[in-house]
């Protein structure tokens, strides 16, 4: 099939690059961007600290992935582990 | 016509499947929710159907707000779940299907325990044939599982309902609130079926088995309806604001490190139940109102991601992480469909997850659960790893695993394609959906620091997975089985009994062996009392029975003239 020889877009590691660039990007605007638009309608005080969510959610998510990793070592069985 | 409860339609239609061929038969098939559906909707508002059962009044059909919104989506699913499994010929699956969504239906008008009692099993009943129709000796034993605890639920239910019947003398299936053993029995049967922590193991083991079809009909009606049942019985209890918010945060972790994709997305079904049950504990109009929202818009966005990745094992036969990646070449639609599904259950503004779970978020911080809140944020971001980014990453990105197949047939396209416009519908509008909800809320999600926290907290969170990747730190995709609660009684009360065999086996002997040497004794005796010189084998003589004759007729002799 001349499908496997086609190559896409993102099988160029530069590509990669610049969609994570891209991303950076975003991010840097969303933490410009948080200081003009956190202080109206917020239940708690930290909410409309410019970056709250972003540092929060970047932490959660670290946290959640380390937390998993570090499950594995107690939890990880052979994949057959319930077979007979 | 208009006198029958709602879903019965569907009910009786879906034994009559078998009866049909060919376009006949998806001509029947998606006719009947559609029918059932035009039929709910000319009820009028208040509708009630009554029954006399024995001393019983039945309350078979109740429809009021709260019902409505299960009633609405539960149609909604039958019809996708139809279109997606347009190519199953397998009777046994396409008569259970419409049956458990009817049951389903059934469950949430009934205004009674009893009859609702009555649809809560069948709802087991007819889902555990979805997970044996994968027709192995694993899902035959995770059928037997899944039916264990379904119908223990429906046990605990019925004993309930009995001791709650017993002290009230009403069935009436309204507000009950935990506190006597009737209604705490009740919680508890609900509890089983919504997945509470240590009662969840039954979803994550048996979904996976179930076939490509089977787990999107699963994924959309017995939690729900267990939340539907938590709602109207037991909104604003406290506890479940607790239980909630650990739901919404343990099966994170277990969802980073599994490899079926399926169960990844099993874990992440009993997460969003977590938000759900957060809602029905705080038990405001905006977080009863949030509730029904995210049961409304998870069901869409969780059917769609089972059916993406149904599709995908639809094509490639596993939807293991390990074995995945790089099908976006083959599979570009299925890959758009599960992005979609994806950034809604991530809660991405402009899609259905963003509008429904912001209203339970805000519910907890106005009623000041600082720490469950923290928990729901985190959950969030948690989310966001599992859903928005494990699900499409390993399946359609990532490493290109080589797998080159076709792209999954139009009519599961089909059901993806409606699916993922809702999901993006009724995040653009949400005033439609809110319009339906059981109380009228004035709220708005789109405030500029609402959509800019929302942003912040998803693309940060990539911002996250991409520093992960790209140092190594993330954990590998690996082929294995990961312990859950369910090891205990998989392995660890098995193992128990093959470890006390020798004393038991020590215990059957000795009370054998003692029975066995009481039963000689006892032969023993006997045949020495009847041998031909024993007691009872001896010849009576004449003199003897001569004598015993003239002692009885003494003896009445005496007693005639006493």
Known sequence: MDDEKKTYWLDDPKNVTLLVRVLYGVCGLLFVVGFFTMSDHVHFDWESWPAFYGIYGFLSFTFAVLVGKQLRKVLMRKEDYYDE | MSSLPPGFLLFLGSFLVPLFRGKWRAAYMLALPVMSFLHLMGLPAGFT????????????????????????????????????GLHVKDNVQLVCGPLYGAAAIGAVFAGDLISFFLFWELTSLSSVFLIWASRT????????????????????????????VNDTGSIAFDHLGVGTLGTNLIFFAFAIKCAFPLLHMWLKDSYPEATTTGAVWLSAFTTKLAVYALARAFAGTEALIYIGAVMTAFPIFFAVIENDLRRVLSYSLNNQLGFMVVGIGIGTAMSINGTAAHAFCHILYKA????????????????????????????????????????????????????????ILSAAAENHHIVVWFVLVFASAGVMEHSGIKIPYFAFFGH?????????????????????????????????LYAILPYKVEYSAYTSSHVVGQLQLLFFSMLAFAFLMRSGIYPKELRSTNLDFDVVYRRWIPGLFRALAPIGRFLWSTLIDGGKSIVVLVMGAGRTLCSPRGFFGRTAQTRNTVLEVAVILAVLLILYYA
């Open chain 2, 304 to 359: 769609l991601l089972f059916m993406s990745m149904g599709a995908v094992l639809h094509r490639t036969g596993t939807v293991k992480a390990s074995e995945l990646g790089g099908l976006y070449k083959s599979m570009p639609w299925t890959a758009a469909f599960c992005v979609i599904g994806a950034m809604s259950i991530s809660a991405f503004p402009l899609f259905s997850g963003f509008v429904s779970k912001s209203l």
């Open chain 2, 137 to 164: 000796q694993r899902a035959f034993r995770t059928g037997m599982r899944y039916l264990i605890f379904q119908v223990g639920s429906g046990v605990a239910l019925l004993a309930g309902v009995i001791f709650h």
């Open chain 2, 49 to 84: 159907h009554e029954l006399e059962l024995f001393d019983y009044t039945l309350t078979v059909a109740r429809v009021d707000s709260l019902s409505m919104v299960w009633g609405v989506i539960f149609h909604l699913a039958v019809f996708l779940n139809v279109i997606y």
């Open chain 2, 400 to 432: 290109d695993s080589g797998i080159r197949c076709k792209e999954a047939p139009p009519h599961m396209l089909l059901a993806m394609g409606i699916t993922a416009a809702l999901c993006i519908l009724l995040g653009v509008f949400p005033e439609t």
